[in-house]
C-alpha cells in the first residue's frame, strides 16, 4: 500500500499484513483460496521482491521467488538467498505478466 500496488492485484499478502515476511505467504495463500477456491502451492505461488528477506521468506513452501534489482541487495546477493529469478525491474512487463501466470521464464 505504501507504494500503490495494492490496487494493481485482487489478493496478495503485503509487510503491512504481519512483521514477519515469513507469514506473508501462508497469508496470501489463504486469500487467494478465499477468493478463488483453489489452493495454491509450491512453484504455482510467485513472491516478488527486492531484498534477500523478500527471496527467503517463503522458501519452506518451495514457492517461485522472483526478485528485482530495484532495492539495496544485488543480483549476486539475491541469487545467493535463493531467487529462482533476478530482474533488474519489472518494466517488461509482458514477461513478467508471463512468469506471474506460469509462462516461460
Sequence with gaps: QSVGLDGYFSFGAFG???EQRSDLPAIAV???FEKTGVGFQGKGIVIVGDTTHDVSCGR????FALAVCTGRHSR?????AGADLV???LGETARVLDILTGGPV
Excluded at 60 to 63: E, K, Q, T
Excluded at 76 to 80: G, T
Design 60 to 63: 519452506a513452501l518451495g514457492v
Design 87 to 89: 530482474l533488474d525491474d
Design 16 to 18: 503491512s499484513d504481519s
Design 76 to 80: 549476486a546477493r539475491l541469487l545467493a
Design 30 to 32: 489463504q486469500r487467494a
